[in-house]
């Protein structure tokens, strides 16, 4: 009887590897395990044998029965995985390949990219300034007095380290303004066309507030710079980025570090300044500008008697939102890396 199992096995084992599919694999398991199986039949013999013998071909025909069952999985799944041989050998060269899953710059990095290149088209030059600030760029070196409400830390974040003797203590730059003391100290005689643009921080997180956001400060210096040169170029950038139909206007404004201040206004893209439900009045506020405070220029190095300037701050979520008209419900959605979100842009 031994005997007999072990040719049963073989058979079985033979019949499998050369199984060409599933039902081919189905009818070799019914062939040999089934109710009428070769195996089945065989076992009915047991009784048969001597008693001692019994444990031994019991065990015996177990393990044919578990190699047969097992090389029966193994050929399924060989099977599946395997790709049938004539794909694997022909090699169509007229077949479209496989395109791997392309990215593109995120919707603010694009914004970044074409307010440079507006700038850098008047001479605008870009530059990078430190992220992690010392008090006196961001607030004390423009113009700000000690009890301002920007700089305590409802607003503005500060690191925990030792304040400065001379530049007080570290803090994340609430503003781009930071770069225009440490672009006088680089450049040291104007002429001076900065463009900062970079990420600032805020304590606020709200719809339109996200805590880490991004500001391009332009600021310009040389003889005799006028609020005209300013406006001739808000009206320029207004133009170039949001369209040629589209107005600007200035409005008297207060910063500590400019004299006289402005808040800067497009007028409205769907009403073009006439008034509408989404803008009320015609135009949409887009950020703060003005004549560079002649203590700032000192505070820089610069003769404020010799040099005037302009400087202007604006926010590019603000910008970028108010161009495409995007209904974005939650400004906080740009950083949240949904993709669903981002592959629309
Ligand atoms: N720094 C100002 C702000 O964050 C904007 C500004 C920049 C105003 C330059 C005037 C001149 O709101």
């Not at 500001?215 to 369209?243: A, C, M, R």
Request: proline share 6%; net charge positive; with cysteine.
């Amino acid at each position: 009887m031994e005997e007999q199992l072990i040719d049963i096995k073989n058979a079985a084992l033979s019949l499998i590897l050369d199984a060409k599919d599933k039902a081919e694999l189905e009818e070799i398991k019914l062939q040999f395990l089934g109710r009428n199986g070769t195996f089945t039949l065989i076992l009915k013999d047991l009784p048969k044998i001597p008693k001692e013998k019994r444990p031994a071909v019991g065990q015996l025909a177990n393990s044919v029965k578990i190699t047969i069952s097992d090389a029966i999985d193994r050929q399924n799944l060989k099977l599946k995985t395997e790709k049938p041989k004539q794909q694997k050998d022909v090699l169509d060269v007229t077949m479209p390949g496989h395109k791997p899953p392309l990215g593109h710059h995120h919707l603010i990095t694009q914004a970044i990219s074409e307010i440079t290149a507006i700038f850098e088209k008047i001479g605008f030059t870009r530059v990078k300034y430190p992220e992690v600030e010392w008090d006196w760029y961001a607030f004390e070196g423009l113009n700000f007095p000690k009890d301002h409400p920007a700089r305590d830390d409802w607003e503005t974040f500060f690191i925990k380290q030792k304040p400065d003797p001379k530049k007080g203590p570290v803090i994340l730059t609430p503003h781009t303004s930071s770069g225009q003391i440490r672009e006088m100290e680089r450049v040291k005689t104007p002429p001076i066309r900065m463009l900062n643009i970079a990420k600032c921080y805020r304590r606020q997180s709200d719809v339109s507030h996200s805590p880490m956001f991004h500001q391009f400060e332009g600021l310009v210096v040389d003889k005799n710079i006028s609020i005209t040169h300013l406006k001739g170029t808000l009206d320029y950038f207004v133009k170039s980025y949001f369209g040629a139909n589209r107005k600007s206007r200035i409005r008297p404004y207060h910063f500590q570090f400019t004299e006289p201040s402005f808040e800067v206004d497009v007028s409205c893209g769907i009403c073009l300044g006439r008034g509408c439900k989404l803008c009320k009045a015609g135009w949409l506020e887009m950020g703060g500008a003005g004549m560079v405070h002649p203590n700032v220029l000192k505070f820089g190095g610069i003769n404020s008697k010799e040099y005037s300037g302009f400087a202007f701050g604006w926010g590019v979520e603000r910008v970028l939102m108010m161009k495409e008209g995007i209904e974005i419900d939650d400004l906080r959605l740009l950083y949240s890396n949904n993709l669903d979100f981002l592959e629309q842009f």
